[in-house]
């Protein structure tokens, strides 16, 4: 048996042990947190959705894009339109010529030879595939933000182990001193 001494340590071991374990529960929460979003990216249900006659209007926002007038349509994850057809609504009905528009996503664009078709309202008719939230998706996202929460605590706990330190180093000052006989006891 061999008898440790670890005079004038002052809670030093215990101060770079904490340190040491945040250092790793930051690392494993970093790792959790990275395979978190690849699983969850890997994990959306594709959903297609099929539209009949929707009106796209001019320009709703500032690049020039027109897109369907649908609730959830370009503003979901991955989204890809498919135009079957597209129909001038204003005066003569009449057919619009696909060369006419491009694709980007879920949002349509006309081309500059087509600006006097598509500066009116349309309908279109296609279909739009988007990757939606499936209940893996949903767990996978909370456990990552759950997760993401942990480095929040840090702080705290170094906060509160440089208090014990200082504790251990204050109470070793205090025995250093009474050992030392400068305080005298009273007499009786």
Do not use: H
């Not at 215990?14 to 529960?25: P, R």
């Not at 694709?103 to 279109?124: K, R």
């Amino acid at each position: 048996m061999k008898k440790i001494n670890n005079k004038g340590v002052a809670g030093l071991e215990l101060a770079l042990s904490v340190i040491t374990m945040l250092f790793v529960m930051g690392l494993l929460v970093m790792v959790y947190s990275l395979m978190g979003s690849e699983l969850q990216g890997a994990s959306y249900t594709s959903t297609t959705v099929t539209f009949g006659n929707t009106t796209a209007t001019p320009p709703l926002n500032a690049t020039g894009f027109y897109y369907p007038t649908l609730a959830t349509i370009g503003a979901d994850r991955d989204c890809q339109l498919t135009i079957d057809y597209a129909i001038n609504t204003t005066g003569a009905t009449s057919l619009i010529n696909s060369a006419n528009w491009t694709v980007s996503g879920c949002f349509i664009n006309g081309s500059t030879a087509s600006a006097l078709y598509l500066n009116f309202p349309i309908n279109i008719s296609g279909s739009y595939t988007y990757d939606a939230d499936n209940t893996a998706t949903l767990v996978m996202n909370e456990t990552a933000t759950s997760l993401s929460d942990v480095p929040d605590w840090f702080p705290i706990v170094i906060v509160i182990t440089f208090m014990v330190v200082l504790i251990l180093l204050t109470v070793m000052i205090v025995r250093a001193v009474r050992g030392s006989g400068l305080m005298g006891e009273e007499g009786a």
